[in-house]
T-cell receptor, first 115, second 110 residues
Framework: ETGVTQTPRHLVMGMTNKKSLKCEQHLGHNAMYWYKQSAKKPLELMFVYNFKEQTENNSVPSRFSPECPNSSHLFLHLHTLQPEDSALYLC??????????????FGPGTRLTVL | QKEVEQDPGPLSVPEGAIVSLNCTYSNSAFQYFMWYRQYSRKGPELLMYTYSSGNKEDGRFTAQVDKSSKYISLFIRDSQPSDSATYLCAMSRGNNRLAFGKGNQVVVIP
C-alpha cells in the first residue's frame, strides 16, 4: 500500500449504530487530519493530530470521537449520528518540520450515509 | 467575508481548449498556495504547489499567484477529457491549517 488508505470506502449506518472509520498513512508523516466534505461546501477540518497529540477540535459534536494510536494510524469513531452527518469523510497527512510547506496528502475517503 | 472564494461552476469546455480557474482570498497572511484535483468518488490529489507570486509550470498546468491582488489561478492547456474533475484551491499561513475553496467542477467535452 502506498500513500493514504481509508477503510471502509462506503458505509451505511442507522442513527443508533456505532461504527469506526480507519485511516493509515504510508508516507512517514507526523501529522494527520480528519475532514468532512459535503456537497457545495468547502472541506471542513474536524480534527488535527500532530505527533499523535490532538491539537485541534473544530467544534465537532461529541458523536464523533477521534483516536490516534500512533503516527501512522487514525480512527474516527461514530456513535448516534444524524442524517445531516452523511458526507464524504477524508483523512489526510502531512510532514511537520522547519521546511514544512503545509501540503497535505489525502486518502480516497469514506462515503458515509446515515439513515 | 469567506477566507477563500471560488466559483463552483460547473465549467464546460471543448477538448483542446484552455481551462482557467481562479480563487480570491482575504487573509494576507496566506503564504502557501495549492491546487488539488478531485475525481468523482476519489480523494483530492495534490496537483500544484507554490509559495511566491508569479507563475509555476508543470506540463500542461500553470499555477499563478498574485499576492498583491490576493488572487490565484490555475490554467490547463490543451485540455483533455481526463482533466474532467473538480479542482480545489487551498492555502495556508504556514500553520499546517489549510483553507479550501468550494471547488470548481470542470467538464472537458470530447
Amino acid at each position: 500500500e502506498t500513500g493514504v488508505t481509508q477503510t471502509p470506502r462506503h458505509l451505511v449506518m442507522g442513527m443508533t449504530n456505532k461504527k469506526s472509520l480507519k485511516c493509515e498513512q504510508h508516507l512517514g508523516h507526523n501529522a494527520m487530519y480528519w475532514y468532512k466534505q459535503s456537497a457545495k461546501k468547502p472541506l471542513e477540518l474536524m480534527f488535527v493530530y500532530n505527533f499523535k497529540e490532538q491539537t485541534e477540535n473544530n467544534s465537532v459534536p461529541s458523536r464523533f470521537s477521534p483516536e490516534c494510536p500512533n503516527s501512522s494510524h487514525l480512527f474516527l469513531h461514530l456513535h448516534t449520528l444524524q442524517p445531516e452527518d452523511s458526507a464524504l469523510y477524508l483523512c489526510a497527512s502531512s510532514q511537520l518540520d522547519s521546511d514544512s510547506t503545509d501540503t497535505q496528502y489525502f486518502g480516497p475517503g469514506t462515503r458515509l450515509t446515515v439513515l | 467575508q469567506k477566507e477563500v472564494e471560488q466559483d463552483p461552476g460547473p465549467l464546460s469546455v471543448p477538448e483542446g481548449a484552455i481551462v482557467s480557474l481562479n480563487c480570491t482570498y482575504s487573509n494576507s497572511a496566506f503564504q502557501y498556495f495549492m491546487w488539488y484535483r478531485q475525481y468523482s468518488r476519489k480523494g483530492p490529489e495534490l496537483l500544484m504547489y507554490t509559495y511566491s507570486s508569479g507563475n509555476k509550470e508543470d506540463g500542461r498546468f500553470t499555477a499563478q499567484v498574485d499576492k498583491s491582488s490576493k488572487y490565484i489561478s490555475l490554467f490547463i492547456r490543451d485540455s483533455q477529457p481526463s482533466d474532467s474533475a473538480t479542482y480545489l484551491c487551498a492555502m495556508s499561513r504556514g500553520n499546517n491549517r489549510l483553507a479550501f475553496g468550494k471547488g470548481n467542477q470542470v467538464v472537458v467535452i470530447p
